[in-house]
């Protein structure tokens, strides 16, 4: 999920000193206490016809702010409704998921790259109408990295894929944006993903940057292709809350 970091904080501190009559120490103490950025909440929503999916999470600075380069705590869970087969009677297939990740973050300015390698744990529970409802839970390992970069001005670059040994799946999200002059980045999107016998494949749009009631927010939609099912629409909002 893309962030950008303190300018306006360092900013403040900028002219706090500035105006401190000579001898105080008052802005100094100020900014002693002040502790830098250090942890990322977000969340995300998606919804299509046949699936909703909600997932929350945190990324933690371990040893220093996110501002910088460093060790980086990585836990996320989240939860998914959707139809069990594409004929009626459908069914309902509810799946539980959380990961434990811990990496490394390379920042440059408002650029940063992060990998990640931890554990990948999955509950799914079928309800069908004529049979026994069916629980398995599936343990495995998972990488992950994610890219925010300005690589040219007024413009954004973000990637983010993983790879788990459940289902052997792998997944992946290139997107591009151009910043529009109400400081949203607005541009196309690719998600491709794959697993043993299922593929999904999404072209779309976003809008990223939305600042609204303290989080920052994304806005992406468009269509979707899997293996299993005729092509259908998609829609995702995601927001992060910096602390």
């Not at 919804?47 to 909600?54: I, S």
């Not at 380069?69 to 009677?89: C, D, I, N, W, Y």
């Not at 079928?126 to 599936?138: D, F, G, V």
Request: hydrophobic residues 40%; aromatic residues 10%; glycine residues 12%.
């Amino acid at each position: 999920m893309a962030y950008r970091g303190g300018k306006a904080g360092l900013a403040a501190s900028a002219i706090l000193l500035a105006a401190a009559p000579i001898g105080s120490t008052a802005a100094e103490e100020a900014e002693a206490e002040r502790s830098p950025l250090s942890q990322v909440i977000f969340g995300s929503l998606e919804a299509g016809p046949t699936k909703t999916f909600v997932a929350i999470g945190m990324k933690r600075a371990i040893g220093g702010g996110l501002a910088e380069s460093g060790f980086r705590l990585f836990l996320k869970a989240g939860g998914s409704q959707e139809q069990t087969r594409r004929h009626r009677p459908h069914g309902t297939t509810y799946k539980s998921e959380s990961q434990a990740l811990l990496g490394y973050e390379w920042r440059i300015g408002d650029s940063f790259l992060a990998v990640y390698a931890g554990s990948d744990i999955e509950t799914e529970q079928r309800i069908e109408t004529l049979l026994p409802s069916l629980r398995a839970t599936r343990y495995g390992a998972r990488i992950q990295a994610d890219l925010w970069a300005l690589p040219l001005d007024r413009m954004m670059f973000q990637a983010n894929a993983y790879a788990s040994s459940i289902d052997q799946r792998l997944w992946g999200r290139l997107a591009a944006g151009w910043q529009t002059p109400l400081g949203l980045y607005a541009g196309p999107e690719v998600e491709a993903y794959r697993e043993r016998d299922y593929r999904k494949l999404r072209l779309g749009l976003h809008l990223t940057g939305l600042r609204l009631l303290g989080l920052e927010w994304r806005l992406s939609g468009g269509w979707q292709q899997t293996s299993d099912r005729p092509s259908e629409i998609y829609g995702t909002l995601a927001l992060h809350w910096l602390r």
